[in-house]
């Protein structure tokens, strides 16, 4: 029986099949707690709500934001019938070293197994990423992106350009400086953002425009997910008076599905 905090939780931490992301549409964490790596990782949103649960028994974050494996929900999205973009460990990292290779090669072959779904993995751990890519069994259903918040790490950037996803995608979220050196070679898509919390960082406009205007030169699909602030929408979306809501070419079938539901 749901205690009363089980259900809201649950719909967050292991599936939330209308999420809030404006990039996705539903969530999907057979792994979730992480560590911070870098400095995007400073405010993040998951530690914070984990953190409010740990030590309630029973509770999915009871350990907090602990790294935990849920192999009891590998097998979700198998049982979603209409198709969904999924973003795969909105509450973890899947390429954190110390999730076991052998539970990665399963949550892979979940997503080529529902094959009618369209899933979005993200990492900020593009080293391990690279590292485990060639021995991975990539399904066409799959897109692979990194997180690069400042000029820093803009070679996470060359390291997924060694992996063979059917689209590759850089989250700029929270942008927190000019992404200087910035290849965008052999990349698809490209998602910026201001930080949200009461603890914001604020996101400049000549970063956001920058990254936009070298997308339009540059044949990548641009998406302005927030300006961010006290609260993720506080800001709204719009640059330069429109919404960017650009999506990569070639979209699968599973995908306009989606859209469409």
Same mark, same amino acid.
């Given at each position: 029986m749901d205690t009363p905090y089980s259900y809201a939780t649950t719909i967050i931490t292991a599936v939330a099949d209308h999420s809030r992301i404006e990039w996705t549409h539903a969530t999907w964490n057979p792994v979730t707690g992480c560590d911070k790596v870098s400095p995007g990782c400073a405010h993040c949103y998951a530690e914070t709500f984990a953190?409010?649960?740990r030590g309630v028994p029973a509770h999915p974050y009871e350990q907090g934001f602990d790294l935990k494996l849920w192999p009891e929900r590998l097998s979700i999205p198998l049982t979603w019938?209409?198709? #969904? %973009?999924?973003?795969?460990?909105s509450m973890s990292d899947l390429f954190h070293e110390d999730i076991p290779f052998t539970f990665v090669q399963s949550i892979f072959?979940?997503?080529r197994e529902a094959r009618w779904h369209t899933f979005q993995v993200l990492t900020k751990r593009a080293d391990r990423l690279a590292q485990l890519a060639p021995m991975l069994d990539w399904p066409s259903n799959l897109w692979m992106g990194v997180s690069i918040e400042n000029r820093r790490f803009v070679d996470r950037a060359d390291q997924l350009r060694t992996v063979p996803a059917v689209v590759r995608f850089i989250s700029a979220e929270p942008l927190l400086? #000019? %992404?200087e050196g910035l290849d965008l070679r052999g990349i698809d898509w490209l998602i910026a953002?201001?930080?949200s919390g009461h603890r914001h960082r604020p996101?400049?406009?000549e970063w956001l425009r920058d990254l936009r205007d070298r997308c339009r030169a540059?044949?990548?699909e641009f998406f302005f997910k927030q300006w961010g602030g006290r609260y993720p929408t506080a800001g709204g979306r719009l640059l330069d008076g429109r919404e960017w809501s650009e999506w990569p070419r070639g979209k699968p079938r599973s995908m306009e599905l989606a859209l469409r539901g």
């Open positions: 953190e409010r649960f019938k209409r198709p #969904r %973009l999924i973003f795969v460990n072959r979940t997503m400086g #000019r %992404l953002g201001g930080e996101v400049r406009i540059e044949g990548v």
